[in-house]
């Protein structure tokens, strides 16, 4: 991905975090308790991690229509990802991310990147997603200066 990748905004936004790469897809509805951001699926190999402000990097979401609900919810009393990365779309998570931004005036991007993209982004690696769906990384020697697209 070197210092950036263009993605394909399903919910446009901008956001910033760190990352948080899951290995495995996850349902919003009984895989994250809203009030928190933490993961509580039992059967999650990364249970117990926290979405909340996070970059979230999956590789799809998992399981009921529900997911939207609590995606919704967690926007609006702020334990929701700063932004969602998928590599497969998942329309369940983008209507939630729309329901928030309709109901609640919060945004929490969705962007759908190639598998290579994808696989490149490290755990923990501060990430800026741009309304564009472009993700860049700040302070690497090879991201964009100032005046570069974020």
Known sequence: MGSGA??????????????????????????VDPATGTIIDVHHPQRGAVVAGRILVIPGGRGSSSSSSVLAEAVRVGSAPAAILVREPDAILVIGALVARELYGRTCPVVALDA????????????LVGADGR??????????????RT
Not at 116 to 127: C, D, T
Not at 135 to 148: Q, V
């Open 6 to 31: 263009e993605g394909r905004p399903l919910v446009g936004g901008r956001a910033e975090g760190r990352a948080l790469v899951l290995k495995e897809p996850l349902s919003f509805w009984g895989g």
């Open 116 to 127: 290579a993209a994808h696989a490149q982004i490290a755990e923990g690696e501060r990430l």
């Open 135 to 148: 993700i860049s990384r700040p302070g690497r020697p090879d991201a964009p200066r100032s005046g570069g």
